[in-house]
């Protein structure tokens, strides 16, 4: 049996993509999937237009007609263009016998254009070109089926996330807390009033953020465990303090953010928003907290024991294990796909 994943891997940036289209990759090569990049530069500009229909008209069809055995091609949703992804598409259907099958890492109808039914109306018409889908989470692919989505969906769960740094056996509770992410659309770090202390890592830092919040530095994906000493890692989004808001903090209604991932793969139980999709996921294997309003934050931490912090640790652990395997996507891709770890 041939099959491929194809990812996008930005030339300009001279980048292979992100971190979760990454460890799909390195864990789905264990299922013994072959991995084709399409190299686009994300850059404006007539170079950038010209490349766009080489790939379309000679490089993407020119791979396909010299691979028509494959039997199946897993496509890291979405790519940067969608008119590249239409000519992907289209060339496996001419030119195999191939199914297509779709790893959700994001569906821009429910993050950027939830209020724009004629956008999404073309992406949901895209996605039921899938023989099978991925998606987030179970809410994810609820809301798919309810918008149109006729193809057969899968939860991932979580994500996966490769992590080599050392997992620690027992953590001492102390009732510190981190968070890690692009601090430019974290507003609500300014406004939280905390007694604990909150260790923040990321790019774009403010000025000032209050006495509790500690600026951490800033680190690779593969660097930053090594950094994250905490007892609880942070998953919130918006300006405010009282809940997630805003269009990216509505989207964790649905998404799995990455950044949960990071946190339990380094061993560290997670604080989530109580709406959050994987807000589920989280209470049901017991993970960590989940919280309607970073208020309640100081209280909860003071009246958590260490006896409970450790059973709740140990349950990350196990899950964290799974992580670094690829427990979740390989086990996803099997539901759609009969193939075995090599």
């Known amino acids: 049996m041939v099959n491929y994943v194809i990812s996008l891997k930005d030339s300009a940036k001279n980048v292979a993509g992100p971190k979760a289209n990454n460890d799909n990759i390195k864990f789905l090569k264990e299922l013994g999937f072959k991995n084709y990049w399409l190299k686009f530069d994300t850059n404006t500009g007539f170079k950038s237009r010209l490349q766009k229909l080489w790939l379309a008209h000679y490089t993407i069809p020119t791979f396909f007609k010299q691979h028509s055995n494959i039997n199946n091609i897993i496509l890291q949703y979405p790519l940067y263009s969608t008119y590249l992804m239409e000519q992907v598409v289209n060339s496996i259907r001419k030119y195999t016998d191939a199914k297509i099958y779709f790893i959700i890492h994001d569906v821009e109808s429910i993050r950027l254009f939830i209020n724009q039914p004629q956008y999404y109306k073309a992406e949901l018409?895209?996605?039921?070109?899938?023989?099978?889908?991925?998606?987030?989470?179970?809410?994810m692919n609820t809301w798919l089926k309810e918008h149109g989505v006729m193809t057969k969906l899968i939860s991932l769960d979580i994500f996966d996330y490769d992590n080599p740094a050392k997992l620690i056996e027992t953590r001492e509770y102390k009732g510190t807390i981190c968070y890690a992410g692009?601090?430019?659309?974290?507003?609500?770090?300014?406004?939280?009033?905390l007694q604990h202390k909150l260790r923040i890592f990321g790019p774009n830092p403010t000025d000032h953020y209050p006495s509790s919040v500690e600026y951490m530095g800033q680190y690779t994906p593969?660097?930053?465990?090594?950094?994250?000493?905490?007892?609880?890692?942070?998953?919130?989004?918006?300006?405010?303090?009282?809940?997630?808001?805003?269009?990216?903090?509505?989207?964790?209604?649905?998404?799995?953010?990455?950044?949960?991932?990071?946190y339990l793969s380094s061993g560290i139980p997670v604080i989530i928003w109580k709406k959050a999709a994987?807000?589920?996921?989280?209470?049901?294997?017991?993970?960590?907290?989940?919280?309607?309003?970073?208020?309640?934050?100081?209280?909860?931490?003071?009246?958590?024991?260490?006896?409970?912090?450790?059973?709740?640790?140990?349950n990350v652990r196990n899950v964290a294990e799974k992580m670094r395997n690829g427990f979740y996507v390989k086990k996803a891709v099997k539901q759609l796909i009969p193939v075995e770890e090599q």
């Not at 309003?293 to 009246?303: A, P, V």
């Open 125 to 139: 018409s895209f996605l039921n070109k899938a023989d099978g889908i991925v998606g987030h989470n179970q809410k």
């Open 222 to 262: 593969e660097e930053l465990p090594e950094h994250l000493d905490a007892d609880f890692g942070l998953v919130w989004d918006g300006t405010s303090s009282q809940g997630c808001n805003g269009v990216f903090g509505e989207y964790m209604k649905y998404n799995n953010p990455h950044k949960t991932s990071l």
């Open 182 to 193: 692009n601090l430019k659309k974290a507003e609500f770090l300014q406004k939280v009033n």
């Open 278 to 314: 994987l807000a589920e996921f989280v209470e049901k294997n017991q993970l960590g907290l989940t919280i309607d309003s970073l208020d309640e934050l100081d209280s909860l931490l003071d009246d958590l024991t260490n006896d409970q912090y450790q059973k709740i640790y140990q």
